[in-house]
């Protein structure tokens, strides 16, 4: 590893948390569909919902963090393309800088960026009248489950920031990631659903993340659900961040 | 002024037999050429004819095919680091943070050069470029010469011993162009090396010591201006009538008063006998 590494990383990290501090918009328009989804569910199609559970947006919330982070990615995939068209990243390949600083840049970014708005989704969900008892370890929890999936997501993001040919196909990768919590347990319990419907939404990655994090805010016993939740995150993680940086160094040599 | 080379005799610039293919298109078929220390080099050729592969070749963004390359002593292919410590690139578009203020984008190159002092740096550039006043506006609201000049500015710090300028004026109004001649001309008066790529004929004539003509992927034609000219038949006496171009016109109307070096007309009537 270059010895500039940790050095360069953060003065690019501060180029962008600098970028996000001059458009908070980027913020805002990231949790704002999640928060209309949340009010949606909750005010409009929540009470026709059986969920088993007393208070809906408990229920729904889990579901919800994962749609702002699918959704606030895609600012990443964004800026990285806008930086490849903009010849500022030729500039940073033609300087002795360390290489694998200007991916991690983007990426610290996006977990700074996603953070602040799963703190706006979470404030949202506390004045429509989520409660949960969970004790701080939980929240810490829930805090890095939530670190990792946005890591992993944000490594996805990176290829299509790498690749694509226009802004649109840039941002139109997440659009998939942000509707996959819906054939998930994360809206409506799994069990309602039609045989191979639910046998999809049983085994795809939301679920057991959805469910890991429920039980936690509820204080309820995660069973075998943390150990899948956990390697998906880490599997998906594993497999972005090598094609991301394959693909990172094909693109730059 | 103390310059980290590796070999101070020779060329600066070193290239040779370099080819590169883009699948079926066979952009560079053999390129040759040498840079003296300190000089300014164009490398002349209209669009496609592969200069800004030579230049990104030779600034380690891109690995050629085939044949040598070497900058500062230090060879493209197997020493891109110590390459990278010994150029700037200055690309066809101005490589500025459009959110961040000239000063910043200024002090974050010279952070990542891992230089002392980046904010002294920042202003003195600042105010060898005439950005000092427009310092803390955000660079989206500069117009192409500042940007142009700033992205000059920024390729500037750490002293690099050599700077790739590849189509430093495609695109910039008249005036914006005299200003970037001059930055070009005082960069050389230092002692720093500027390869310079161009589809203009006036601005290798008015800028380059040396000229090499890229052409269907090779050199074709390289040497001093003076030398050039005597690759054609010698020039006819026609009497031309000198008619003042509409550049000269327009420089003239808005009270520019053409230091910078306005394209001289002698030359232009025999060229060109309209």
Same mark, same amino acid.
């Given at each position: 590893?270059?010895?500039?590494?940790?050095?360069?990383? !953060?003065?690019?990290?501060?180029?962008?948390?600098?970028?996000?501090?001059?458009?908070?918009?980027?913020?805002?328009?990231?949790?704002?569909?999640?928060?209309?989804?949340?009010?949606?569910?909750?005010?409009?199609?929540?009470?026709?919902?059986?969920?088993?559970?007393?208070?809906?947006?408990?229920?729904?919330?889990?579901? +919800?963090?994962?749609?702002?982070?699918?959704?606030?990615?895609?600012?990443?995939?964004?800026? =990285?393309?806008?930086?490849?068209?903009?010849?500022?990243?030729?500039?940073?390949?033609?300087?002795?800088?360390?290489? &694998?600083?200007?991916?991690?840049?983007?990426? =610290?970014?996006?977990?700074?960026?996603?953070?602040?708005?799963?703190?706006?989704?979470?404030?949202?969900?506390?004045?429509?009248?989520?409660?949960?008892? !969970?004790?701080?370890?939980?929240? =810490?929890?829930?805090?890095?489950?939530?670190?990792?999936?946005?890591?992993?997501?944000?490594?996805?993001?990176?290829?299509?920031?790498?690749?694509?040919?226009?802004?649109? /196909?840039?941002?139109?990768?997440?659009?998939?990631?942000?509707?996959?919590?819906?054939?998930?347990?994360?809206?409506?319990?799994?069990?309602?659903?039609?045989?191979?419907?639910?046998?999809?939404?049983?085994?795809?990655?939301?679920?057991?993340?959805?469910?890991?994090?429920?039980?936690?805010?509820?204080?309820?016993?995660?069973?075998?659900?943390?150990?899948?939740?956990?390697?998906?995150?880490?599997?998906?993680?594993? @497999?972005?961040?090598?094609?991301?940086?394959?693909?990172?160094?094909?693109?730059?040599? | 002024?103390?310059?980290?080379?590796?070999?101070?005799?020779?060329?600066?610039?070193?290239?040779?037999?370099?080819?590169?293919?883009?699948?079926?298109?066979?952009?560079?078929? /053999?390129?040759?050429?040498?840079v003296?220390?300190?000089s300014i080099f164009a490398l002349?050729?209209?669009? /496609? !004819?592969?200069?800004?592969?030579? @230049?990104?070749? =030779?600034?380690?963004?891109?690995?050629?095919?085939?044949?040598?390359?070497?900058?500062?002593?230090?060879?493209? &292919?197997?020493?891109?680091?110590?390459?990278?410590?010994?150029?700037?690139?200055?690309?066809?578009?101005?490589?500025?943070?459009?959110?961040?203020?000239?000063?910043?984008?200024?002090?974050?190159?010279?952070?990542?050069?891992?230089?002392?002092?980046?904010?002294?740096?920042?202003?003195?550039?600042?105010?060898?470029?005439?950005?000092?006043?427009?310092?803390?506006?955000?660079?989206?609201?500069?117009?192409?010469?500042?940007?142009?000049?700033?992205? +000059?500015?920024?390729?500037?710090?750490?002293?690099?011993? @050599?700077?790739?300028?590849?189509?430093?004026?495609?695109?910039?109004?008249?005036?914006?162009?005299?200003?970037?001649?001059?930055?070009?001309?005082?960069? !050389?008066?230092?002692?720093?090396?500027v390869l310079?790529?161009?589809?203009?004929?006036?601005?290798?004539?008015?800028?380059a010591d040396r000229?090499?003509?890229?052409?269907?992927?090779?050199?074709?034609?390289?040497?001093?201006?003076?030398?050039?000219?005597?690759?054609?038949?010698?020039?006819?006496?026609?009497?031309?009538?000198?008619?003042?171009?509409?550049?000269?016109?327009?420089?003239?109307?808005?009270?520019?008063?053409?230091?910078?070096?306005?394209?001289?007309?002698?030359?232009?009537?025999?060229?060109?006998?309209?």
């Open positions: 590893m270059n010895k500039h590494f940790f050095g360069d990383t !953060a003065v690019l990290l501060g180029r962008s948390l600098r970028h996000i501090s001059r458009s908070p918009d980027t913020i805002i328009t990231t949790a704002i569909m999640p928060i209309a989804f949340m009010l949606l569910f909750v005010y409009v199609f929540g009470g026709a919902i059986q969920t088993g559970s007393d208070s809906y947006v408990n229920y729904l919330l889990p579901g +919800i963090l994962l749609i702002t982070v699918a959704s606030g990615i895609s600012y990443t995939a964004y800026r =990285l393309f806008l930086d490849m068209k903009s010849g500022i990243f030729e500039r940073f390949q033609s300087m002795p800088v360390a290489r &694998a600083s200007v991916l991690w840049a983007h990426v =610290l970014t996006s977990l700074v960026a996603n953070l602040i708005s799963l703190v706006v989704v979470v404030l949202v969900a506390l004045a429509m009248g989520f409660r949960s008892g !969970a004790s701080a370890l939980s929240w =810490l929890a829930v805090a890095g489950i939530m670190m990792l999936f946005t890591l992993a997501l944000t490594w996805l993001a990176v290829i299509p920031g790498l690749t694509a040919k226009s802004v649109d /196909g840039a941002s139109a990768f997440s659009y998939p990631l942000i509707f996959l919590p819906f054939i998930s347990s994360a809206f409506v319990p799994t069990q309602s659903m039609p045989g191979p419907v639910r046998v999809f939404a049983e085994n795809q990655p939301v679920t057991s993340i959805v469910n890991t994090i429920r039980d936690l805010f509820a204080q309820q016993q995660v069973g075998v659900d943390i150990w899948i939740a956990l390697a998906w995150c880490a599997g998906l993680l594993a @497999v972005a961040y090598g094609v991301a940086m394959n693909i990172y160094r094909r693109r730059i040599s | 002024m103390s310059r980290d080379s590796h070999q101070t005799a020779g060329p600066v610039i070193q290239v040779q037999g370099l080819e590169k293919s883009y699948s079926q298109l066979h952009v560079l078929r /053999g390129v040759d050429f040498d003296a220390r300190g002349l050729g209209s669009n /496609g !004819a592969g200069k800004t592969t030579v @230049v990104r070749i =030779l600034s380690t963004l891109l690995k050629p095919d085939a044949g040598a390359a070497s900058v500062n002593g230090f060879d493209v &292919a197997t020493q891109p680091a110590k390459v990278r410590e010994s150029i700037s690139l200055t690309g066809q578009f101005a490589a500025v943070d459009e959110i961040l203020s000239g000063r910043e984008n200024l002090v974050l190159v010279a952070r990542l050069r891992h230089l002392r002092e980046p904010g002294r740096i920042a202003d003195d550039l600042l105010a060898r470029f005439a950005l000092t006043d427009a310092a803390t506006r955000k660079v989206s609201t500069y117009s192409g010469g500042m940007r142009r000049r700033l992205d +000059i500015a920024m390729s500037l710090i750490g002293d690099p011993p @050599v700077i790739f300028l590849d189509e430093p004026t495609t695109g910039l109004d008249p005036q914006a162009r005299l200003e970037v001649w001059q930055a070009v001309r005082e960069l !050389a008066t230092q002692g720093t090396t310079l790529t161009t589809q203009y004929l006036d601005e290798a004539e008015q800028l000229i090499a003509i890229l052409h269907q992927g090779r050199i074709i034609a390289n040497g001093t201006l003076g030398e050039l000219k005597q690759l054609l038949p010698p020039a006819k006496v026609e009497y031309v009538e000198k008619q003042p171009t509409l550049e000269e016109v327009f420089l003239a109307v808005i009270g520019d008063d053409g230091t910078a070096g306005v394209p001289t007309p002698t030359a232009r009537a025999v060229k060109d006998p309209r």
